[in-house]
């Protein structure tokens, strides 16, 4: 879901241009749209080749950050998301995304009923704003109704809701402006997000948890529904090298290649052979001897794995094809997807509280897609989901950053 992935689900960057004062649209600042290149709706992947960010799927609160919003809006192919180009990364969360910019800025867009945004307001916007007071960020990550941002000093902002500690700043009050997650043992290398859920990795290997454990998903050997605002370190049995987010469930990729996962695992998306859940401390997915993980990620009740061989394997819910393996029959360990060769990033998304999900892939320079499609979120022109992955026609010259959100989907 939203993991912090450059090469697997990767984030955006852009290069800022002046600002240009555009009337107000769905609360958006008259001067929230930058200029500096070409930032209009091209539909079909059309308009400039560059490195901009790109989106397709759902676009109830503006999550397309295209300056248009509603209820029953969407979009089947391609966008162009507005505002500056040289994007380096992008994330979806719930209905808000994050592009992570070339001069270590970012922007953000969308829902900002917790203050997601981090404008210090919480104002829907249709098109990208500042995240203000951020410099220096190398990943960022979005969250259920939060945000997450990896200074390259090796420490973590955060902003948005907190209803369950998510923001890691001591307390569990929501913030529209990006706060210090404190506690910290070490300099973190990389981050994750789920629906309240925050994950970072650290130098040394160690992964730390923290927000919410309704489903056991901070690996501490119990769930519950209090509220952990502070990080704990999740017992694993060697360091960790990448890590991933699903709805409700973490995932820990390790140095031998092998992958730990906990919390949630109602539609088997642990790939433990069972759908025994919760799972409150880190087990073993199973079926993958053999290979080697190199990264994941975790939509709502299914997850993806990219192999060092850049091969793809899918485990969990299958109702809308999610799994990509040519059938709609959900399963308790890894399944091949089918026609993906050369992959290089993941990404699964998620239909709200259902076992329904999509999933995307970067391969050989290119986006694939599979899975629910009642959105448009797969990009292929249609709303027909479909079991085996599809080109995605998009305006970029190569796509090196892929996330998938609740229904819609990003890429830089």
């Not at 901009?52 to 391609?78: C, D, K, M, P, Y």
């Not at 945000?147 to 955060?158: E, H």
């Not at 890590?243 to 031998?256: K, R, T, Y």
């Not at 080109?391 to 970029?396: E, S, W």
Request: aromatic share 4%; glycine share 18%; hydrophobic share 40%.
């Amino acid at each position: 879901m939203r993991a912090q992935v450059i090469g697997r689900r990767r984030l955006a960057a852009v290069v800022v241009g002046a600002l240009l004062a555009l009337p107000s649209v769905l609360g958006a600042p008259a001067s929230a749209a930058p200029t500096g290149g070409d930032w209009g709706d091209h539909g079909g992947g059309g308009g400039q080749r560059g490195s901009h960010a790109e989106a397709w799927g759902s676009n109830s609160v503006g999550q397309l950050g295209i300056g248009s919003a509603g209820i029953t809006e969407f979009r089947t192919t391609a966008v162009t998301v507005a505002g500056p180009h040289t994007v380096r990364a992008v994330s979806a969360g719930d209905n808000h995304g994050l592009a992570l910019l070339s001069n270590g800025t970012v922007k953000a867009w969308g829902s900002n009923e917790s203050g997601e945004l981090g404008d210090g307001t919480q104002v829907s916007r249709t098109i990208p704003g500042s995240v203000a007071g951020l410099s220096g960020v190398t990943a960022v990550a979005a969250g259920g109704h939060f945000s997450l941002a990896l200074l390259r000093d090796g420490t973590l902002r955060a902003w948005g809701g907190n209803f369950s500690g998510e923001l890691g700043d001591g307390t569990t009050a929501n913030r529209s402006l990006p706060v210090e997650v404190s506690g910290l043992p070490g300099r973190v290398t990389a981050i994750a997000a789920g629906d309240g859920t925050a994950l970072a990795l650290l130098a040394n290997g160690t992964v730390l948890a923290w927000g919410n454990n309704r489903d056991g998903e901070l690996g501490q050997g119990a769930a519950d529904n209090q509220p952990h605002p502070a990080p704990l370190e999740v017992p694993l049995p060697q360091r960790a090298t990448s890590i991933g987010a699903g709805e409700f469930f973490s995932l820990a990729v390790l140095a031998d290649g092998s992958l730990r996962g906990w919390g949630a695992n109602g539609s088997g998306q642990l790939g433990i052979g069972n759908f025994v859940t919760p799972q409150p401390s880190p087990v073993a997915t199973l079926g993958l001897s053999g290979v080697r993980v190199k990264s994941v990620d975790g939509g709502f009740g299914h997850t993806l794995a990219l192999l060092t061989n850049g091969r793809v394997k899918a485990w969990g819910s299958n109702t809308a094809g999610q799994l990509g393996d040519g059938t709609n029959t959900e399963s308790n360990t890894p399944v091949d997807v089918l026609g993906v060769t050369g992959a290089t990033a993941v990404a699964a998304g998620y239909t709200g509280g259902s076992p329904f999900g999509h999933s995307l892939a970067i391969a050989r320079g290119d986006v694939l897609a599979w899975g629910e499609n009642n959105r448009g979120q797969l990009g292929i022109g249609s709303t027909e989901s479909t079991n085996r992955a599809q080109p995605v026609t998009t305006g970029l010259a190569t796509t090196r950053s892929i996330s998938a959100g609740f229904q819609f989907s990003l890429a830089s």
